[in-house]
């Protein structure tokens, strides 16, 4: 009985504990799926900012957003290493100001309201984005109805693509207004005095011509100087800030150059020359150029001025087919065949109309209106000046279309060619990246003759036998060489130089290597110190342009604070100047007389001399760039000679023995000048110190 009564005393105990074991049970199973949502996301971190995670779509999306903007500002549909690296870095700071500044802003109580909003949106103050997207690119004037329509239109297509670009938009224009807000409470925080003021435009004002002595401290021998371990960890302490170090990995690495051999330049002689009879027989030598060679045909005339000598001589007293070559220039192959002659002008004065086409819509559109306008102009019915002046959208508009003179080469390929290739006053079309135009040369200047050439070119390039004798080079040395100390004896067997460079977790080139991300990527995601460098193939042979690498790791450092005796000989040297400096002015202090004359005398110094001394500039030929005499500069009255200064690279005492400068005038405007600057420098401060107060660990070398 008693030991029943025991169980139902404690049923309720053991019931909690079953209950427990279940759900964390359940929990922990869910934990250990790959599914789970709480590891994904873990997975999926980017970044923290504070107590903020940030993940890999968010980012990813930002970055896009960025990118799509790039390529339709530039016209292209790709993004280089450097473009990439700025769009990358760029998404980067957004984010973290965003994150950021979100806090700040809401503690502040900083926010938009709705009629905030709709002031910058449709009503009298426009935001700048609502005026570059909106606004006429002549007059910046926006047509407000245009506004109210779209917005009109995706709020009843509420699945429009348009919607979700003006959604980021809004935040924008939001996100932009919330900073203008912030930036101006904290520069009206500032203040400028009429003192500040009258000394900043006293100190601008000065000049004058003083007399000197100076020692520099690479006259004092480091012989001299005495200094004791406690002075090196005393300046180490107090200047930590100077010893910061980022985390780096230190890479080992071989090349081997990807480039032709012999036998690949031989090919691609022999194929040159093969060719040259048929090309010589060819009717239509566009269609052979084309057809057979590296480049296209090339629809261009050219002067003498524009070819290389040699080429010039030939083409300019060759008939129509005549042929010239097989000669290589450069690592290509190449046989010029004579293909048309025209007499052409150097350069030309034109004037344009021109329609600008951003999409498909407005292409079609451009391009009626152009056929339109060429037709009441060929009528007689308007003048060209005036038709520019009412239709064009090119800055030339104001002066009825004209552009001026323009030599060859000064305008887009389709522009150039149909300006250049026209007859005096003749009407021409053209579409070009801008739009579409109608071209009116009105000048030309003397004609010449020009040159069409058609070229077959081969250019020497590596063959596949070429390529994969390296690559299997580049494979047995690293198979060989194991690890970092395997690569350098490998190194030295087969003749090859080691390189060594820094990398960080987030950079994405080399210096002597170019962009290679995926090497670094691959040194911070597979690779330790001593190991080869092995992607994700695990393979040690990257092919990174026209290279094949093989790296490995030979040290790696964590961010922080390099520890003393890493830095010893760095702190040294800083200890031996400042016990310079400290002796230099025990010196000089000691020695100071009456006159400068004296002092010099006392020190067995040379007293010289400058003239002309501009506060504003602050350098003297003898002296250099020493802003500490700036100061005294200001503060000496004429035959004053000052106390001991302390420069950058030595110890002087100076006297005036004149000093101009006009009275401070305009006090006002030198205080709004001060406080301007002052607001900005504090709204970047105050952005900096918060960042670095902020807890942020970046994850991009993860997905990037």
Aim: charge should be negative; aromatic fraction near 8%.
């Amino acid at each position: 009985m008693a030991t029943l009564q025991k169980l139902r005393n404690n049923a309720g105990v053991l019931l909690a504990v079953v209950i427990f074991i279940a759900l964390a049970a359940f929990i922990l199973g869910d934990l250990l799926q790959s599914g789970s949502s709480i590891i994904r996301g873990k997975q999926l971190e980017i970044a923290k900012i504070g107590n903020e995670s940030v993940e890999y779509p968010e980012f990813q999306s930002r970055f896009e957003e960025l990118a799509n903007n790039y390529k339709a500002n530039n016209q292209v549909n790709n993004l280089d290493e450097k473009a990439y690296e700025q769009i990358l870095n760029q998404t980067w700071e957004m984010m973290l100001q965003e994150k950021i500044m979100d806090d700040v802003y809401e503690d502040l109580g900083i926010d938009i309201t709705p009629e905030e909003m709709f002031d910058m949106v449709q009503g009298n103050n426009l935001h700048p984005i609502i005026v570059q997207i909106f606004g006429d690119p002549q007059t910046r004037q926006v047509d407000k109805s245009q506004v109210i329509q779209f917005l009109k239109y995706i709020q009843e297509n509420p699945d429009a693509p348009q919607r979700t670009s003006w959604l980021n938009i809004e935040k924008q224009i939001i996100s932009s207004k919330k900073s203008t807000k912030y930036n101006t409470l904290v520069g009206k925080a500032l203040y400028a005095n009429s003192l500040q003021a009258q000394n900043s435009l006293k100190g601008q004002n000065i000049t004058a011509n003083l007399k000197f002595i100076q020692k520099k401290l690479l006259t004092v021998p480091d012989s001299v100087i005495s200094y004791s371990e406690a002075d090196l960890k005393d300046y180490y302490e107090n200047n930590l800030s100077k010893y910061e170090q980022k985390a780096q990995k230190r890479l080992a690495y071989i090349t081997y150059n990807i480039v032709p051999s012999e036998e690949d330049d031989a090919q691609a002689r022999k194929w040159i020359n093969d060719i040259k009879t048929d090309f010589e027989k060819a009717e239509d030598n566009i269609q052979f150029v084309n057809m057979n060679a590296d480049t296209r045909f090339e629809d261009v005339y050219l002067s003498k001025s524009e070819l290389t000598p040699n080429i010039s001589e030939w083409a300019f007293n060759a008939s129509l087919n005549d042929t010239y070559g097989p000669v290589k220039e450069g690592s290509t192959y190449k046989i010029y065949k004579l293909n048309a002659t025209k007499m052409l002008p150097d350069s030309v004065r034109a004037s344009h109309i021109l329609l600008r086409a951003e999409n498909a819509a407005e292409a079609r559109i451009a391009a009626n209106t152009i056929d339109s306008l060429k037709t009441l102009l060929e009528s007689g019915e308007a003048t060209f000046e005036q038709v520019a002046r009412d239709n064009s959208q090119d800055g030339s508009a104001s002066q009825g279309g004209d552009l001026g003179w323009f030599a060859r080469g000064k305008m887009v390929a389709p522009f150039e060619k149909a300006a250049f290739h026209a007859d005096l006053n003749e009407l021409v079309t053209v579409q070009t990246q801008f739009g579409y135009h109608i071209i009116k040369v009105t000048r030309q200047s003397r004609k010449s003759k020009h040159v069409q050439l058609a070229i077959v070119d081969r250019e020497v390039i590596p063959s596949s036998t070429t390529y994969q004798h390296l690559y299997t080079e580049a494979s047995k040395l690293a198979a060989n060489a194991q690890n970092l100390e395997g690569l350098k004896e490998q190194a030295e067997k087969m003749n090859k130089n080691v390189r060594y460079t820094n990398v960080g977790e987030n950079d994405r080139s080399i210096p002597a290597l170019g962009a290679v991300r995926t090497l670094i990527h691959a040194a911070y995601s597979n690779s330790s110190e001593g190991e080869l460098v092995v992607g994700n193939d695990e393979s040690p042979v990257f092919e990174i342009e026209d290279k094949f690498i093989i790296a490995a790791i030979e040290s790696e450092t964590e961010a922080g604070v390099k520890l003393l005796e890493d830095v010893k000989s760095s702190v040294e040297l800083a200890v031996v100047k400042v016990k310079k400096i400290e002796k230099l002015l025990e010196d000089f202090s000691s020695a100071r007389g009456q006159s400068i004359e004296e002092t010099a005398q006392n020190l067995e110094l040379e007293v010289q001399s400058a003239s002309g001394f501009n506060v504003q500039y602050g350098s003297v030929n003898a002296i250099g760039y020493e802003p500490a005499i700036n100061g005294a500069v200001i503060a000496l009255e004429v035959n004053e000679q000052s106390d001991p200064i302390a420069g950058r690279a030595g110890v002087y005492i100076i006297e005036l023995t004149q000093k101009e400068g006009t009275a401070p005038t305009n006090i006002e405007a030198e205080k709004q000048s001060l406080f301007a600057n002052s607001s900005y420098r504090a709204s970047y401060q105050a952005y900096e110190t918060l960042k670095n107060n902020t807890d942020i660990t970046d994850k991009r070398s993860k997905f990037y």
